[in-house]
């Protein structure tokens, strides 16, 4: 980032806040939720492929098979991309596209798929932003045992460095694994996600595998280029107790815990929070010192994927359910199976979710409080809607615009507040596949018919390019 300071041009005529110069506009996407193509090039089946064809597990049956044809369809979203304004686009690569066995030979038709994708952004003038993670493991490391077991750090490591050797050249920003608390505990212990297991025990492992193969990740790339910028992509929330009730001060502190401190204090600081460990005892969960000297390698960013608050309550009553699928009814919570998820009473998106824009400041002024010194960025913050198009294609969807504006104007204050937040990416570029809710919640600024994959801006995508246009937000709000 170019100037930390920040402007407020409130007084000019339809101004508003200004960011930093050198602030970094993007959006975001994932393999899965957009590329399509499950079969073609040599491309392996990944535990997203098995759990979407399981009956029961996503909304409607739905798949990514064809998703929105963005594997056949990226000239014309980088064009989008360029038209908006982007200057940033974060995108992850498949790793069953790229290694299919999840071991061994690369597929190089794979690889050549996010070659010409780069060279493309790049044409256009926007800075490529690879995750290596997002959630698609290759169906034959699940079958050797998936996350839970140590090896599939190392072969992340191996596959890691194979797509930065193809691309580190032209690739300078990198994210190695993208919330690893969904990944570990939604696939593994409550089995709302692929691979869909219920292990409590084997979950605990599979986080911490994650962030080992983050560490492997990271030596491996850096030892190739050591110029690039490595991190991870975190999913944080504010958390905050229903009442002033022990039990509900300590559920928060239960969550907080294995939501947030799970994943940043390893990450930042190179050891487990002691209350988590405890909290998580009776699973056996005891990871090597050696493997957080890994997992705490120096980073260069760190991304923060915010979307909403948790108000937990830890005393007895009616569980409300946290909205991670459809389907739900399993705790992820591993050990605190007990806690609670309870409204506040605020607004919600399509998704159910809580909207909180102070729950964003309040996460980014933390970090930056709490943990040693490092660039931030908001690599996912967007809303979900069940959205219909106007009978001339129009989206009008005033609700995303005054959640991103919100958001936003959070982000702003946290800068005003000394956070070194350096760039934001919304989620997503484009409707997609959502995971286990399939196609029936829409978080994209462009407006994807399913059927005909007609691409249509929506009135937040408009809305945004301007906002990157101007560098900073219109005046109110």
Not at 149 to 178: K, P, S
Not at 444 to 457: M, N, P
Not at 459 to 465: F, L, M, T
Request: glycine share 12%; with cysteine.
């Amino acid at each position: 980032m170019e100037s930390s300071a920040v402007q407020d041009d409130a007084g000019a005529r339809g101004a508003g806040p200004r960011f930093p110069t050198g602030f970094r506009w993007g959006a975001a996407t994932a393999a899965y939720q957009i590329e399509g193509a499950a079969a073609e090039d040599g491309r392996g089946p990944s535990i997203w492929d098995t759990f979407a064809r399981t009956p029961g597990k996503v909304l409607g049956g739905d798949t990514g098979d064809v998703a929105v044809d963005h594997y056949h369809r990226y000239p014309e979203d980088v064009a989008l991309m360029r038209d908006l304004g982007l200057s940033s686009y974060r995108f992850s690569i498949s790793w069953p596209r790229v290694q299919p066995a999840g071991a061994g030979a690369v597929n190089e038709r794979g690889l050549d798929f996010y070659r010409r994708l780069v060279d493309a952004l790049l044409e256009a003038g926007i800075e490529p932003w690879p995750t290596l993670y997002h959630w698609d493991l290759p169906q034959p490391l699940e079958d050797a045992g998936g996350w839970p077991e140590r090896d599939t750090a190392h072969r992340f490591a191996d596959y890691a460095g194979l797509v930065h050797e193809a691309i580190g050249d032209r690739v300078r920003h990198w994210t190695t694994v993208n919330e690893p608390w969904c990944a570990a505990f939604l696939g593994y212990a409550s089995g709302d996600h692929a691979p869909g297991r219920l292990d409590p025990s084997g979950s605990l492992l599979a986080a911490h595998h994650l962030m080992l193969g983050h560490g492997l990740a990271v030596q491996a790339m850096r030892a190739r280029h050591p110029g690039n910028l490595f991190g991870a992509a975190v999913n944080l929330y504010a958390v905050s107790p229903a009442t002033d009730d022990p039990a509900d001060v300590d559920a928060a502190r239960r969550i907080d815990g294995m939501q947030n401190r799970l994943f940043l204090d390893p990450l930042l600081l190179g050891r487990y929070p002691e209350d988590v460990l405890a909290d998580t005892a009776r699973h056996g969960f005891e990871p090597a010192a050696a493997d957080l000297a890994v997992i705490n390698q120096p980073i260069d960013q760190l991304g923060i994927n915010y979307y909403t608050r948790h108000t937990v309550a830890g005393t007895p009553g009616e569980a409300a359910q946290t909205a991670s699928g459809p389907f739900a009814v399993h705790s992820p919570w591993v050990g605190s199976e007990h806690v609670r998820f309870v409204s506040a009473g605020r607004p919600t998106t399509g998704m159910g979710w809580e909207i909180d824009e102070g729950g964003l400041h309040e996460v980014l002024t933390r970090v930056h409080r709490e943990y040693p010194a490092v660039p931030l960025y908001i690599t996912e913050n967007g809303a979900g809607y069940d959205e219909t198009p106007d009978g001339d294609g129009t989206v009008h969807d005033a609700g995303r615009i005054a959640y991103i504006d919100a958001h936003l104007r959070a982000c702003h204050a946290a800068i005003a507040d000394g956070v070194p937040l350096a760039g934001y990416f919304t989620w997503s570029l484009l409707d997609n596949f959502e995971w286990a809710w399939g196609y029936s919640k829409r978080f994209g600024l462009v407006h994807v018919d399913y059927a005909t994959q007609r691409r249509t801006l929506k009135d937040s995508a408009r809305w945004y390019s301007d906002v990157i246009r101007r560098g900073g937000l219109p005046g109110g709000g």
